[in-house]
């Protein structure tokens, strides 16, 4: 009998230790033969057992419909939720298991909570409001209540009609404040088509922002204060590099930092004390880390601080597990860059497998199988 409990003890560790690693990429092509609907394929490369077994289609969407974007995993950051959701960079929402678009709405993601997704947009129109996607019911719907509030911060804004930019404040039932009459150009000068200027929330009263100099080469991070209506710089930014700005802000991993973008280089902020460094990498998780800046050799990757390779890839097409890296390959040609398919790193196995993949449109991330 203890031989028998012995055995089974065995058997099942190894079996979950198996199932640990059975994990599926879920990746987004382009299909060729629908250029003009910008149409795309959503596949899942199966890995069993620490082998990569194939790949499966899963479906076929339509990225524009009556010329007017439809479904988009092109476009922006696409969020993986529960293992079978896919929530598209402008805010549908597709059932892996199902195999349909549940939502084919658009929106920011603010957050998944249980059974709901939960989005804030800012239409030219309606207004500004939240709404939310029910898993459960499929059912989508605004959230109606003036008191709801999903993300950090209050109505703050930059009037772009002239430069320098003002930023304004719109408190709640009172008069619009200008906080600052010169808060900046935003790249006004460049040759490249910017978005916005990005706002990141520490608190619902202080945040963050680039203060940018007309030339486009260099700027500030001014870090502002409502209650006491007072401003401080803390760290400055540049680069002469002919790079699009793409000034953007994230949460870096392990929710100290906070992570600044700026042309070829990444800047690490401490809100809390106050202090801005450059970095050199990109940390992934708690074990991946690649290289920022994009050499004539490529990117360095990282494994546990071990240098496990190199290669030519975007940091958004590196995408990582606890038991898998995936990247998509590229060769640099002069300024154009081309794929050259995907490249897995298999911990168990401490090695890079290449794979064949065409027009790959988006690496979304890793789900259980």
């Known amino acids: 009998m203890k031989g028998f409990i012995f055995i089974f003890i065995i058997l099942s560790s190894v079996g979950f230790s198996q199932s640990n690693t059975d994990e599926s990429l879920i990746v987004i092509h ?4 629908g ?18 077994e194939g790949r499966e289609k899963i479906m076929s969407i339509d990225g524009r419909k009556n010329d007017k974007d439809y479904v988009r995993c092109d476009k922006g950051e696409n969020t993986l939720y529960k293992d079978r959701y896919l929530i598209s960079g402008i805010g549908n929402v597709i059932d892996l298991k199902e195999k349909k678009v549940l939502h084919d709405g658009s929106g920011k993601l603010v957050r998944c909570s249980n059974d709901s997704i939960i989005f804030y947009t800012n239409d030219i129109f309606k207004g500004k409001y939240y709404s939310y996607f029910n898993i459960n019911t499929n059912k989508y719907a605004e959230i109606k209540s003036l008191t709801f509030k999903a993300i950090l911060g209050q109505e703050v804004e930059f009037d772009r009609t002239k430069s320098p930019y003002k930023l304004m404040y719109f408190p709640q039932n009172k008069p619009k ?3 600052m009459e010169d808060a900046g150009h935003g790249g006004v000068s460049s040759t490249h088509s910017l978005g916005g200027i990005p706002i990141y929330w520490i608190d619902n009263n202080t945040f963050l ?7 486009n080469l260099e700027g500030s991070i001014v870090k502002y204060n409502l209650l006491t209506k007072t401003s401080k710089e803390i760290g400055i930014f540049n680069s002469t590099s002919n790079l699009s700005a793409g000034y953007k802000f994230e949460k870096a991993n392990g929710n100290v930092f906070v992570e600044f973008y700026f042309k070829e280089k990444l800047y690490l902020i401490h809100p809390i004390k106050e202090t801005m460094l450059i970095s050199n990498f990109k940390e992934i998780d708690n074990n991946f880390s690649v290289e920022n800046q994009l050499k004539s050799t490529g990117r360095s990757i990282y494994f546990k ?4 390779g190199k290669n030519h890839f975007e940091l958004k097409n590196f995408k990582a597990s606890a038991n898998y890296a995936a990247i998509v390959k590229e060769i640099i040609m002069g300024d154009e860059a081309y794929q050259q398919g995907l490249a897995v790193y298999n911990v168990a196995k401490n090695k890079w497998e290449n794979i064949d993949a065409e027009d790959v449109a988006s690496l979304v991330g890793w789900i259980k199988k």
């Open 209 to 215: 922002f680039p203060n940018i100099k007309i030339s």
């Open 305 to 308: 601080g071990k240098d496990i």
């Open 35 to 52: 250029k003009s609907e910008l149409k795309q394929a959503i596949y899942r490369y199966n890995f069993v057992n620490n082998v990569y």
């Open 30 to 33: 382009y299909e060729p033969e």
């Open 177 to 179: 404040v200008v906080l």
